[in-house]
């Protein structure tokens, strides 16, 4: 597919890396020629330099015969303006753009047509949204769902004298009595497909898929939830910060937000009547002790630079904050974070390009396309969700007698309203969901390619 990608910053640069490796037709427009030098330097791509909302600019990037315009540079009004001009110059194309800013949502969603949107995504809400899952059941480091929420594929450390410490798969559903799979485990920064005889470790970071009911009982069996977030400390008033409190305003939960811009405390406060909005520096340890940071329930790091959120995100776990969730926007030094009490990290950029190429994907395989997708494992896994159809492969069949391909498996199945952590007896048939994971960076299309 040709496909136009309009800013070469982190998402544009992220977009590159994972749709080049798929095999797509890549023109990226930047105004920085330096940036685009090292896309060339990196990826299979075509490079314009120039305003992507110019007309001139479009039609050298070959807009005119592309099949999809992505924008996503920094301003929200030349993504919208690029994606306007572009659907002029080729009423065929789709157009995706980055729109942030909280003023445009309702217009964006009552105006697309005029707008020439086929998808608006905004990251920093649908990382808000994550968070407040995250928040919801406290003792996950990231909650991925399927099946309309019914099924999650949900991340968990196994930490020193933890139940999990020394076990081994196959007697895990007894010791948690209800029907869990662990899909994936992350051990020295390499993903592992494991089998009922693999034993955790210390410090492994496991990938549990189930239903939502059962995480809630395997928490609760193994000791995990200390205790509901009743009060959280949120540091930074960016757009995440609005989006959240917007969305726990009225909830059960006490927030408070530190802010070091005077202007931008006045503006949130003036946005949400009920949340306490502090004026200082979340850095400053004698503001988050007079905070009371050690009587917290959830720390949350939301301030604009990676370095700050992870220093204040330590230091919270070494007050021994329940739960700590860490915003990073650079995820290239996965080993190293990992290594650090950064609680759950989210990355709106990751989110983005979740979301990015579902829809590419969606526009591949009109038929057959995935429901959803998540990358999980820091990258090395991916899970998405289908449909079975009449062109499904192997219905009926009990999944002892399919043959699939390596690092590739059902993690579940879902049967209308009941959902299923498959065992070999199990089957699968036309209007059933499945839920399927691979890893060794392959990609899944469609659910006939994790087939032998």
Not at 265 to 282: F, S, T
Request: charged residues 20%; negative net charge.
């Amino acid at each position: 597919m040709k496909i136009i990608i309009a800013g070469n910053g982190k998402v544009g640069a992220s977009l590159a890396r994972q749709l080049s490796a798929e095999g797509h037709s890549l023109t990226i427009i930047d105004a920085d020629p330096k940036v685009l030098e090292t896309s060339i330097e990196k990826y299979d791509v075509m490079t314009v330099n120039g305003n992507c909302a110019s007309m001139h600019v479009l039609k050298e990037a070959g807009v005119e015969d592309a099949q999809l315009l992505i924008a996503v540079t920094d301003a929200d009004e030349v993504n919208l303006l690029c994606c306007m001009t572009a659907h002029g110059l080729n009423k065929e194309l789709h157009t995706l753009a980055r729109i942030r800013n909280p003023e445009y949502i309702d217009q964006i969603y009552q105006m697309r047509d005029y707008f020439a949107l086929s998808l608006a995504v905004n990251p920093d809400r649908q990382a808000a949204r994550e968070i407040e899952r995250l928040l919801r059941m406290p003792g996950f480091l990231k909650r991925e769902p399927f099946a309309k929420g019914r099924v999650e594929i949900v991340e968990l450390k196994v930490e020193k004298g933890s139940k999990l410490c020394g076990l081994q798969l196959s007697g895990l559903n007894n010791l948690i009595k209800c029907r869990v799979l662990v899909c994936s485990v992350l051990r020295n920064g390499k993903a592992i497909a494991p089998g009922g005889g693999f034993v955790l470790e210390e410090d492994d970071r496991i990938f549990v898929t189930a239903s939502t009911n059962d995480l809630a009982v395997m928490l609760k069996n193994l000791g995990m939830i200390t205790r509901k977030v009743n009060r959280a400390i949120i540091c930074g008033g960016g757009r995440i910060s609005y989006y959240l409190a917007q969305q726990l305003q009225n909830s059960d939960i006490s927030l408070q937000i530190i802010e070091k811009d005077y202007d931008r405390c006045v503006q949130l406060a003036g946005m949400l009547p009920n949340v306490n909005v502090i004026y200082g520096d979340a850095a400053n340890e004698s503001l988050m002790e007079s905070e009371r940071i050690d009587d917290s329930d959830a720390l949350i790091t939301l301030t604009g630079i990676d370095e700050v959120n992870m220093v204040i995100s330590i230091y919270g776990s070494s007050k021994e904050v329940p739960q700590v969730i860490t915003k990073i926007s650079e995820l290239e030094n996965n080993s190293i974070l990992a290594s650090l009490p950064l609680g759950s990290v989210i990355s709106p950029k990751e989110v983005c390009c979740n979301t990015i190429v579902h829809y590419v994907r969606a526009m591949e395989n009109q038929t057959g396309a995935a429901l959803s997708v998540h990358t999980i494992a820091d990258g090395q896994v991916e899970a998405a969700e289908f449909v079975v159809d009449k062109n499904t492969l192997h219905c009926g069949e009990p999944l002892k007698n399919i043959k699939i391909k390596k690092d590739a498996l059902i993690a579940c199945i879902i049967h209308g309203s009941k959902t299923e952590i498959p065992g070999g007896n199990s089957t699968f048939n036309v209007g059933d969901s499945i839920i399927v994971v691979a890893g060794g960076g392959k990609a899944i299309n469609q659910i006939n390619d994790i087939f032998e």
